[in-house]
Nanobody, 114 residues
Framework: QVQFVESGGGLVQPGGSLRLSCGVSGSRFSITAMGWYRQAPGKQRELVAG???????KYVDSVKGRFTISRDNAKNTVYLQMNSLKPEDTAVYYC????????WGQGTQVTVSS
């Protein structure tokens, strides 16, 4: 059974930074394409960033140049470094396979507000 544990969210002012972490258990993590997703109130969950390897990453247009996805296969962990945060980045952030396959974790809340 694959499980995801997201952490690192919080309240931050516009222009601030956060680093999210997602621990993954129960899968062959190193060969799995992973993604960070987010869901804002009243909106559908969307893929924010995906990674196969450091050389193979993708981002939704709204976060390009501000967010960086990375992974540590030795730790079965995927990260999302978020800089220059905007109020519209406010959402619950989740990780899952890309495309998603497994049950979602609890997510981590990111709130960008002054």
């Amino acid at each position: 059974q694959v499980q995801f544990v997201e952490s690192g969210g919080g309240l931050v002012q516009p222009g601030g930074s956060l680093r999210l972490s997602c621990g993954v258990s129960g899968s062959r993590f190193s060969i799995t394409a992973m993604g960070w997703y987010r869901q804002a109130p009243g909106k559908q969950r969307e893929l924010v960033a995906g990674i196969i390897s450091d050389a193979r990453v993708k981002y939704v247009d709204s976060v390009k140049g501000r967010f960086t996805i990375s992974r540590d296969n030795a730790k079965n962990t995927v990260y999302l470094q978020m800089n220059s945060l905007k109020p519209e980045d406010t959402a619950v952030y989740y990780c899952n396979r890309d495309p998603p396959l497994y049950s979602w974790g609890q997510g981590t809340q990111v709130t960008v507000s002054s």
